[in-house]
């Protein structure tokens, strides 16, 4: 129920410090807790405003756990989840954190810690001020905290997203690569100096020309004990390439790579909604029709020499030469993968498959 307060002095009471204050404290990222101390250290130093509201040292306890998540609500944050179970359990009569954003940055996790304080009457504090969720305007200004939050965190994804996508248009954008290609030491893109891996992709190219799917290379693959070069982007250690057993998707991601046909892309995939699986939100992505990338430039003409298949070619924009009318790229009739993509491949003597 809500109620009206007289003054900010009386919102907190003998029952509240009775209870536990609680320290939220949360950075973004790894990054930002590691370049971005100043901003740590002083949500720690908020101890000291929960000293000065009438709680005892030792009754300050400090939730830490997430530092280096985001708010958004697409990761799981240990922390949060353990500040809602105290607040739940009625042990929680303060929570004091540096500003709405720290606490959460989608409106979901917002509204459920705004219910909870307001069910079990505990005080919400900022670094300027005090807000009992059970007063209307205090309510009031605690929501539109919430919606300012996760619009400001919009605002800066777009923000973002604009100058990446202007980066990409001038192919200036740095892209993760796939196994067969590297970055140098001046940031070019040139072909992955490891032989080995140079051989099998080589390998798989010639095998799909001579048996015409995808699973048929799988197959070969796995009958010759012949893993496949991959370069994970999340894990211990990322970009850094290992070799994996083949199988059809794995086959697939080698022949559909626009890198080894000799394109610079942007745009392949975009996000479609998502959905929440243990109380974290999953966004969901799909492929976008290659007539549809924001982006498709011709690569550098070292990297004509990889015989890479992808989907269908379309042109690439109108101030860049279509890369099929290229003479090497005499696209042979569709084949269908055992997986139902449609292919099509460059026509080539296998001496040109040589690296």
């Known amino acids: 129920m809500l109620r009206a307060t007289?003054?900010?002095d009386e919102r907190v009471t003998a029952e509240h410090r009775g209870k536990l204050a609680y320290?939220?404290?949360r950075q973004s990222s790894v990054n930002q807790v590691r370049h971005?101390?100043?901003s740590t250290e002083l949500q720690y130093r908020l101890i000291d405003r929960a000293v000065a509201l009438g709680w005892p040292h030792e009754r300050v306890h400090v939730i830490d756990e997430d530092l280096g998540k985001s708010g958004s609500g697409c990761v799981e944050r240990e922390g949060f989840?353990?500040?809602?179970?105290?607040?739940?359990?009625g042990n929680a009569g303060l929570?004091?954190?540096l500003d709405a954003s720290r606490l959460a940055r989608n409106n979901r996790d917002w509204h459920q810690l705004l219910d909870l304080c307001s069910l079990f009457g505990v005080i919400i504090a900022d670094?300027?001020?005090?807000?009992d969720p059970c007063a209307y305007h205090d309510r009031l200004l605690l929501g539109l905290s919430g919606i300012m939050s996760e619009a400001e965190l919009h605002q800066i994804k777009q923000r973002l997203h604009q100058g990446e996508r202007q980066k990409a248009a001038r192919g200036e954008l740095r892209l993760g690569l796939p196994a067969g290609l590297a970055h140098d030491r001046s940031g070019q893109i040139t072909l992955n100096p490891d032989e080995e891996v140079q051989a099998r992709l080589c390998l798989v190219f010639s095998k799909f020309r001579e048996l015409g799917s995808a699973r048929a290379v799988m197959r070969y693959l796995r009958k010759e004990n012949l893993p496949l070069p991959m370069r994970p982007f999340r894990g211990p250690a990322p970009h850094e390439v290992v070799w994996r057993e083949a199988s059809n998707p794995r086959v697939l991601s080698i022949l559909h790579n626009p890198g080894y046909a000799g394109a610079y892309v942007y745009g392949r995939r975009q996000q479609t909604g998502g959905r929440v699986r243990q109380d974290v939100y999953r966004p969901r992505t799909t492929k976008v029709p290659i007539a549809d990338w924001e982006v498709c430039l011709e690569a550098p003409s070292w990297l004509h020499r990889l015989g890479g298949v992808h989907g269908e070619p379309t042109a690439i924009g109108e101030q860049h030469q279509p890369l099929r009318s290229r003479p090497f790229w005499r696209a042979a009739q569709g084949r269908r993968t055992a997986a139902g993509h449609r292919c099509l491949w460059a026509v080539r003597s296998?001496?040109?498959?040589a690296l």
Do not use: C, M, T, W
């Open 81 to 89: 989840k353990k500040l809602i179970a105290e607040i739940g359990l």
């Open 36 to 38: 971005h101390q100043e």
């Open 95 to 97: 929570v004091i954190s």
């Open 127 to 131: 670094g300027e001020r005090l807000y």
């Open 350 to 353: 296998p001496d040109e498959f």
């Open 23 to 25: 320290i939220y404290v």
């Open 6 to 8: 007289n003054s900010p």
